[in-house]
């Protein structure tokens, strides 16, 4: 009589400690590794359109500065 009951506190205690501790934990590690993963996908768009502006405007720069000229006064 008393094992029946020790065993089905224990089941019990496993069953809450699964899905009360267990299954919350691994949803939530879960959804914090998508939001990273998210963030540094993000990151790498935002540096990859960084690097292509900053080229084009050195290629647009480089352009315009060829055929300018600077009108230069010597100080004495």
């Keep these: 009589m008393w094992r029946i009951l020790l065993y089905g506190f224990l089941i019990y205690l496993v069953y809450q400690i699964v899905f ?14 998508k939001g990273f993963r998210e963030m540094h996908e993000k990151m790498n ?12 405007s050195s290629n647009n720069s480089s352009k315009n500065s060829v055929g300018d000229y600077i009108d230069f006064e010597e100080i004495k």
Excluded at 45 to 54: F, L, R, V
């Design 45 to 56: 768009e935002q540096t990859k359109k960084q690097q292509s502006s900053a080229q084009s």
């Design 20 to 33: 009360n501790f267990i299954v919350p934990v691994y949803k939530t590690t879960k959804q914090v590794k």
